[in-house]
């Protein structure tokens, strides 16, 4: 697997980029988990573990900008 790139300050930046519908119910908890509601959201996310073991979770719903 890639590694997603990380920004300055320790901080990473999430982005939405495929709808909800027919995805597992696991997936869209950890969507909202991250703060994600609507296509094309972006949060500004701390660089943790467990932030980046949800995004490589998501990898198909979600992209981590610069």
Known sequence: ???TP????GTVK???VKGLRGTQARHRLSVKALGLNKLNDVRVLKDSPQVRGLITQLHYLVRVED
């Open 1 to 3: 697997m890639a590694k």
């Open 6 to 9: 990380a920004t300055a300050g």
């Open 14 to 16: 999430v982005r939405l």
